[in-house]
């Protein structure tokens, strides 16, 4: 007892009349990296939140050190050199990096002034020990791109070493080169004894990277392995109940039934001219690095972002670019990056989240056919297994992968004969990432035509048809199916780097 | 899944939970005190008169409610009622007509709320920012139009504005009228659905395919509308058209929307809400004349009623972040 | 073209020397001021002919002391030889004393502050005995017996606060037997004091009378034709403007005093012309006008 | 990177796409028309005199852009400013003290400031809704206190609002001072930034252990204190202090702020432009009256210019959705 960092003993909590922690008990020691597995909604962001002390248990205790823990706020465990890393980006655009690292904890100088260089230079180092050695710490942090603000708030952890790390899903916008980074700091602060918990929906990262892996079922913690002696099948057992990975089904492409066809496509910054055409059912995979235009790709074809030429034809229809309604109508959708900031509708019920794209078929004359509303969108969120009270919650009360999931109900429940998705399994579960992929083999099975970004490359292998490779804003090449490997992939990717 | 388990508590719960039930208990206990304060104030006359007042207000603030739901902000509503009660007025004079003078009047609103909309769809002007100007300049073509001289203003005008109908003042009337029509369009169209949306989460709503330019106009369009509705009613309640009508109500229209509930962040906001915010409003008025409440201390309490008003839900509610 | 016009009273004298430049600034934020504005357009005219030009400055729709003193300021600095303004508030009066030390001088017209400045005429009304003045009609009218009520324009606007207590002093000294109802604030709204109207009624059936002090006394008037009573209630307030003047006619207004505001925008400014060729201060510095009271009868003086 | 490699055309395009720029280019633009259109204009006693009509917004609207960085708003300062110069000037009276006539009207400021900031964070009122109930009450206690007439307040307050230090208006100088302090602590103090952080993201900044209960108390103090300084100078330049003193500078002050480039979402804002913007909003009124423009056209004109101010940079801006 005396040697560990921390202790977790029997902390429940219960939002509303919902118990979501039923008594966990955890241990760490000091230096030991432990992964936090468990499905969307089992409860891990809120047991690290009370661990972190911006949320407070109904029943429990905690101990750090042996000392009994008694956190009225976050500030309480900061002080205590408790860090949290959370699963949404906690950024303030409008301040600097350097004043992002030291946020609320400011380094003063003379008179209570901020002192500008020290906190520059301090910055440097813990921009280095994550990898962004080049940035400028007086940079706006607005103008930066998500992965690099997650990293910036790994570097405002670590800038002080604390003595627990709480690092909430922080790969999920990562790249693999950056990911590895955080992988070494992670080995470093763990050998100078900082405490880790890492909670991650991959698998790999988790086996590689951590002493022991923990998994938390539907607020329990059901199993606590070390990670050599356990493997993912085990895993997935242990979070699902049963052990189900979704592999490749074969093409469900009908080769020669064109449905899109995207001429000589770009936008007005640094997309240069994309030729792409799929066939019905077939389901192509954009491949790239951070910043090689797959997201403004599909923007574009989708009329979000301005066009500068080209021209995009779905069935026989020519979409009117630039103007997102009219895609959607002629049966294009998307599911964007980013599900807080471009996907959710906060204060809409789960209902009325999965609903909003298809509001023209769910109304007669304007008016909105309330029933069937709330049994397709309650048919959906079954069909998507949305882990819910009802579909009438709303949509914040549910955990991260929960909101993607009802976010991408959104988009299919349009039946579109096109589906754009982008990044579409960020911070989803291995059970529901497999569902995902079920359902968009079935999708395509019905005829659809999708274009997924992804930056996984298993994820490429479990469903494309065909991957795109971009490489800083060019199309650089297309692979089949039989000539996809990850060294051919890969070499593309970095064509123009 | 408990959704049916537990009805009528969770449906109690709820009601309590909402803005709109704060302000209700507030005008209840109101109208209860006043019942006993003074022996008038409980007579159809009486309570049809406090209607009539807060008619004008609640009209315009419907269209204010939408345009806050949005995400937006229309301060140029009060300008706009003088503008559209003087067009109507000089229109309804030149042509001799009524319907045209009507026509002018919801017409003038109608082009301010369009050009609102498109100062804010078009040139990206802050909606705050963009109303502003409005303001500025609608009251400022409406003193041009007259000379800063009022025009007389009476045929069917003076009907919307005065008339009765049995008992009921007809702009009261028109107000609940409005108000149910509202109430659909907010909760059961496919347009009202597209105003939450848009003011809940602007991006999110245009890439679920959601108009949100055509949804904002839509809304700028229709708060000016009712701004020239409104401006019809006050001018023919008072048979003279000022371009000095209106000024000062978009703070009142505002308040009674933000007593209703509605968040000024967007996305949420109650129909009922406002009509009862601009209920409360109009029966302190009508409480301080009754009771002949001091001077001074009206401004006082006015300012006291408005804080506990959304005060009791505050507490209740805690921390919004 | 040196005829004065109806309604002036001052003759300018002879202008042997140089040019002069007269400032003459007002607001324009409802009827009242048309008649001020053409009596200072008057005295533009008439002043033509005796070297003399008078610029009308808009101080334009929102009636604030700072307006005034911001006005007053711009016209020192564009080196006018005079000035004549409506400095209705208290705390003009530093500007006015600048004004003067830069060698401008300044004429006050309408009404001013309550705290005394170095101007060298005022014109216009006294709020406090205006308000006796009306208080003394409407208690004859009222047979010295019966209810009042009373709305005024802002609570703290010094001259409506001044008309409003000139009234209710007077009538508490001399007639007991009226018992004042409010005041209430209508913001100078009519629709305000129409509302007014309507609820004092509800709790006052024996009203007999209303006064406003300022803004939008033909709210009230309507709201007594609304009610059915006129001839039972009637409404007393300022200014001959026209939305004003018409229930004169058709009785629910029963008396309106006016400020005779064409006559003081002349006088002053022609007041001003003389000043700036002989130097002679006007004997009195105050001329207090009389209102015209315009009733069913006509005017009475 | 290339951050260092072209540092001025970037310092360049940063600087145009600053909303403070196309205030700064109107501000121009009307100062050279102005110098050309009127002898008058270019003097130095006219363009102080200008600084001293833009002194007291802007030293209000220093506190607003605090509070409204920080994602509040402050609906009240137009009536605090009253109650301030009320309090000043009846304690100065009552005490025959210079300092605890000024000490009153600041701590009536900071009071009022207070007493909303409560209302927002203990309450969890709105603060749109709380200011509001604020602006009533503080109007209806200076009408209480003074009985609607005005009180005369002279002495050290008149130094700071007629006063001058060799030809410079005290408050102008007050004005600049401020500036360069409020500048100071919004980019150089912890306090500052935290600020932008509880505006910017008011759950991200409580997570990172930044009291955003505190701060949000600092900058509604902050703006009642300012207020109570505004009442004290306007109450000073007078002579005399009226319960109806600052009635309507809410909106003035508001849109100084954000002409300046403030955003009403909170997290972003500028000390130089709000300075910006209360100078072009007197420039506004100056021009006016050295025109001689007739005041129908001067409302108009007033609307375009806020609208074109702010149109030039939202054009360029595009959509932020
Ligand atoms: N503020 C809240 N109010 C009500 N319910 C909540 C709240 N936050 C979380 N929940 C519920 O608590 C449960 C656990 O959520 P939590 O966010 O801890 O899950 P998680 O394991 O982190 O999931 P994910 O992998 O999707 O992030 C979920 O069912 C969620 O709906
Ligand atoms: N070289 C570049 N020049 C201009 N803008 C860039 C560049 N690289 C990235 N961006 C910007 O970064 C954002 C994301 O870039 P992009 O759409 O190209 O990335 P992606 O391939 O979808 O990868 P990811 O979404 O993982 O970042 C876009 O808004 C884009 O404008
Ligand atoms: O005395 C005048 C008042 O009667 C009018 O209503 O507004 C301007 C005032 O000066
Ligand atoms: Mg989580
Ligand atoms: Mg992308």
């Known amino acids: 007892m005396k040697n560990h960092r921390l202790d977790i003993n029997g902390v429940t909590k219960s939002f509303g009349p919902v118990e979501v922690l039923h008594g966990v008990n955890l241990s760490i020691e000091p230096g030991a990296v432990v992964g936090l ?41 900061i002080d205590l050199g408790i860090r949290f890393v959370h699963q949404e980006l906690s950024t303030i655009g409008s301040l600097s990096v350097a004043e992002n690292i030291f946020l609320g904890d400011y380094l003063a100088g003379k008179g209570g002034l901020i002192d500008r260089k020290q906190m520059a230079k301090r910055s440097k180092a813990a921009l280095a020990a994550v990898g962004l050695e080049g940035l400028n710490p007086n940079t706006i942090v607005d103008t930066l791109r998500p992965g690099q603000q997650q990293l910036i708030e790994i570097a405002k952890a670590v800038v002080v070493q604390p003595r627990l790390l709480i690092l909430d899903e922080p ?71 049963k052990s189900s990975v979704f592999e490749w089904k074969g093409s469900a492409a009908k080769p020669g039934a064109r449905q899109v066809s995207i001429r000589g496509l770009r936008d007005k910054s640094h997309l240069k001219p994309v030729d792409l055409d799929l066939d019905e059912g077939e389901v192509v995979a954009l491949f790239g690095l951070v910043g090689a235009g797959r997201t403004e790709l599909m923007e574009t074809l989708f009329g979000f972002r301005k066009t500068a030429a080209g021209e995009v034809i779905v069935g026989n229809q020519k979409l009117r670019l630039g103007h997102v309604p009219t895609s959607v109508r002629n049966g294009v959708t998307m599911v964007p990056e ?47 297994r949305i882990k819910m009270e009802n579909t009438q919650q709303v949509i914040t009360r549910l955990s991260g992968g929960n909101q993607q999931k009802a976010v991408f109900a959104r988009a299919v429940m349009v039946a579109p004969r096109l589906l754009l998705l982008d990044e579409p399994t960020h911070g989803v579960d291995v059970g529901a990432k497999s569902e995902i992929y079920e359902i968009i083999h079935e999708l395509a099975a019905k005829g659809m035509s999708v274009i997924v970004s992804s930056s996984e490359l ?36 970095f064509t123009n780097h | 899944m408990t959704e049916n388990t537990h009805k009528s508590p969770a449906m109690f719960t709820n009601l309590l939970a909402r803005r709109e039930t704060s302000v209700a208990i507030i005008l209840l206990l109101l109208i209860i005190f006043m019942s006993f304060a003074n022996e008038f104030f409980f007579t159809q006359r009486n309570l049809l008169n406090i209607g009539r007042q807060a008619s004008v207000v609640a009209i315009v603030a419907l269209g204010q409610t939408l345009v806050i739901i949005a995400r937006g902000i229309d301060l140029s509503v009060g300008s706009v009622i003088g503008l559209s009660a003087v067009t109507g007025a000089i229109v309804a004079e030149t042509t ?66 005065a008339g009765r109908i049995a008992t009921v003042p007809v702009s009261l009337a028109l107000m609940f009228l409005l108000a149910a029509l509202f109430y659909f369009v907010a909760t059961r169209t496919r347009a009202g659905r597209n105003i939450y949306a848009t003011g809940d989460n602007p991006t999110a709503a245009r890439l679920a ?40 109500y978009e703070l009142d229209v505002i308040a009674a929307v933000i007593l209703g509930g509605t968040a000024l962040s967007g996305g949420r906001g109650s129909i009922p809400g406002v009509i009862l915010g601009a209920l409360l409003m109009a029966l302190l008025g009508n409480a301080f004349v009754l009771l002949g409440v001091s001077s001074h201390w009206q401004v006082v309490t006015k300012g006291l009623v408005i804080i506990l008003a959304v005060g009791i839900d505050g507490v209740q509610r805690g921390r919004e972040d | ?148 009520g009373v709305i005024t324009g802002y609570f703290g606007a010094v001259q409506h606060t001044a008309r409003m207590n000139g009234a209710i002093d007077y009538l508490s000294a001399e007639y007991p037997d009226v018992k004042i109802i409010g005041p209430f604030e209508n913001q100078d709204r009519a629709e305000l004091a129409y509302s007014q109207v309507q609820d004092m009624y509800t709790a006052n059936p024996d009203l007999k009378m209303i006064y406003v002090t300022a803004g939008g006394p033909f709210g009230a008037a309507r709201a007594v034709r609304d009610l059915e009573l006129t001839g039972k209630v009637g409404v007393v307030g300022f200014d001959h403007t026209p939305d004003n003047t018409a229930y004169i006619e058709t009785g629910e207004m029963v008396g309106l005093i006016d400020q005779a505001p064409f006559q003081q925008a002349f006088d002053a400014t022609v007041t001003m012309h003389n000043y700036l060729m002989n130097g002679e201060t006007p004997a009195e510095d105050i001329m207090y006008v009389e209102g015209n009271l315009l009733t069913a009868d006509g005017i009475q003086k």
Not at chain 1, 198 to 221: P, Q, S
Not at chain 2, 218 to 241: D, P
Not at chain 3, 82 to 97: H, Q, S
């Open chain 2, 209 to 248: 395919g959601i108009d949100v330019d055509k949804t904002r106009v839509l809304v700028f369009a229709i708060s000016g509308l009712l701004a020239g509705l409104g401006g019809l009613i006050l001018a023919g309640n008072l048979n003279s058209a000022s371009p000095d009508l209106g000024r000062g």
């Open chain 3, 1 to 148: 073209n040196d005829t004065l016009p109806d309604g002036g009273s001052v003759e300018a004298i002879a202008n042997n020397g140089e040019a002069q430049r007269i400032a003459f600034m007002a607001f324009q934020n409802n009827p009242f001021w048309i008649p001020v504005i053409e009596g200072a357009k008057a005295a533009t005219k008439y002043l033509e002919s005796y070297n003399t030009t008078v610029d009308y400055i808009d101080l334009g729709d929102n009636l604030t002391p700072e307006a005034v003193i911001a006005g007053i300021e711009a016209a020192v600095a564009q080196g006018y030889d005079g000035i004549v303004t409506v400095p209705i508030f208290d705390g003009t009066e530093r500007a006015i004393n600048e004004a003067a030390e830069a060698g401008v001088p300044t004429i006050n017209i309408i009404a001013e502050g309550s705290v005394p400045s170095d101007r060298i005429l005022f014109i216009g009304q006294n709020g406090t005995s205006a308000g006796r003045q009306l208080g003394a009609f409407m208690a004859e009218k009222m047979g010295g017996e019966g209810k009042l």
């Open chain 1, 458 to 493: 298993p994820e490429v292998f479990a469903i494309a048809d065909r991957c795109v490779v971009f490489s800083q804003g060019e199309l650089v090449g297309s692979l089949t199916r039989d000539e996809m490997t990850e060294d051919e992939i890969l070499n593309l990717a």
């Open chain 1, 37 to 77: 597995l468990g499905e969307n909604g089992a409860g891990k962001s809120t047991l690290m939140n009370i661990v972190s002390g911006s949320l407070r248990q109904d029943l429990g205790s905690m101990r750090l050190d042996g000392q009994e823990l008694d956190l009225r706020s976050s500030r309480d465990g």
């Open chain 2, 96 to 161: 001799g007509s009524q319907i045209l003078g009507i026509g002018g009047a919801l017409g003038a609103g109608l082009t301010a709320g369009m050009f609102n909309a498109i100062l804010y769809t078009r040139l990206h002007i802050n909606p705050f920012i963009a109303t502003l100007g409005t303001l500025s300049m609608a009251r400022g073509i409406a003193l041009l139009m007259t000379g800063g001289i009022p025009v007389s203003f009476s045929g069917w005008a003076s009907w919307l504005g």
């Open chain 1, 171 to 241: 790969t999920s916008s990562l790249t693999s080169v950056e990911a590895a980074k955080l992988f070494d700091l992670v080995r470093n602060l763990s050998r100078d004894g900082v405490s880790v918990i890492f909670i991650t929906h991959k698998l790999e990262e988790a086996l590689a990277n951590c002493d022991r892996i923990v998994v938390l079922r539907d607020g329990t913690l059901v199993s606590d392995e070390a990670a050599v002696e356990t493997d993912k099948a085990r895993l997935i057992h242990h979070m699902v109940g």
């Open chain 1, 338 to 384: 980013g599900r807080k900031t471009r996907g959710i509708l906060p204060s809409h019920s789960v209902e009325r989240n999965i609903s909003a794209s298809s509001l023209d078929r769910l109304s007669h004359l304007g008016v909105m056919r309330s029933a069937t509303e709330r049994s397709q969108t309650h048919d959906f969120a079954q069909s998507l």
